[in-house]
């Protein structure tokens, strides 16, 4: 009975092993050759993961360079998915919620570009962008706090302030989305941004 369970427990070890964890998110930047905007590209898969270092190190000339995926605008908190053609890098208000694979050539349909998709003129949910691969490893932390209000990473009072100063600002929107104090970019400045803002002054003191 013994044996039987060390067997069952080492089946699982070695299932768990392959499978990819959160803290096994690779991010990569998805841009064309003239860096005029962006996305961030998260992969849990290690063979992902292999072929977009393969299209970096082979500067997109390389086999299935396209990324398709599907895309969602519901955002909630700070969003890791900005343009890192842009500095400081703001924030779009989407994300890729699901990488589908990669391609030579797919739909016309599902081509366009991340600012398209900002402002409304590509409607789609699965994006394809023909002339966009990945073109840089970010790593496996971003911090995206230290791309709004006083641009430092860590929260405090100038950044309370900087807040208070947009407060109940409407119509915010890309790229200022109200000099950065619509956290969520919602389009408002309202209590979930000082509630974003107050969780990240508590974890940073």
């Given at each position: 009975?013994?044996?039987?369970?060390?067997?069952?427990?080492?089946?699982?070890?070695?299932?768990?092993?392959?499978?990819?964890?959160?803290?096994?998110?690779?991010?990569?930047?998805?841009?064309?050759?003239?860096?005029?905007?962006?996305?961030?590209?998260?992969?849990?898969?290690p063979d992902d993961i292999t072929h977009a270092r393969d299209l970096v190190k082979h500067h997109g000339v390389f086999s299935q360079p396209i990324v398709?995926?599907?895309?969602?605008?519901?955002?909630?908190?700070?969003?890791?998915?900005?343009?890192?053609?842009?500095?400081?890098?703001?924030?779009?208000?989407?994300?890729?919620?699901?990488?589908?694979?990669?391609?030579?050539?797919?739909?016309?349909?599902?081509?366009?570009?991340?600012?398209?998709?900002?402002?409304?003129?590509?409607?789609?949910?699965?994006?394809?962008?023909?002339?966009?691969?990945?073109?840089?490893?970010?790593?496996?932390?971003?911090?995206?706090?230290?791309?709004?209000?006083?641009?430092?990473?860590?929260?405090?009072?100038?950044?309370?302030?900087?807040?208070?100063?947009?407060?109940?600002?409407?119509?915010?929107?890309?790229?200022?989305?109200?000099?950065?104090?619509?956290?969520?970019?919602?389009?408002?400045?309202?209590?979930?941004?000082?509630?974003?803002?107050?969780?990240?002054?508590?974890?940073?003191?």
């Open positions: 009975m013994r044996r039987y369970s060390l067997l069952v427990l080492f089946i699982l070890s070695q299932v768990m092993g392959q499978l990819p964890s959160r803290g096994d998110t690779v991010y990569f930047l998805v841009r064309p050759i003239i860096c005029s905007d962006s996305y961030v590209l998260p992969l849990h898969n398709v995926a599907r895309i969602s605008r519901d955002v909630n908190g700070i969003n890791i998915n900005r343009n890192y053609c842009a500095h400081p890098a703001p924030s779009w208000s989407w994300y890729v919620k699901e990488f589908l694979g990669f391609a030579d050539v797919t739909a016309e349909v599902f081509d366009g570009t991340p600012t398209q998709v900002e402002n409304g003129t590509f409607v789609g949910d699965t994006i394809g962008f023909w002339t966009y691969t990945v073109r840089a490893e970010l790593g496996t932390e971003l911090n995206p706090w230290c791309e709004v209000l006083e641009d430092d990473c860590v929260a405090d009072f100038s950044d309370l302030a900087i807040l208070a100063s947009h407060w109940l600002e409407e119509n915010c929107v890309f790229p200022g989305w109200c000099g950065s104090a619509d956290l969520n970019v919602s389009g408002t400045v309202d209590f979930i941004d000082f509630a974003l803002l107050a969780n990240k002054y508590l974890a940073d003191n």
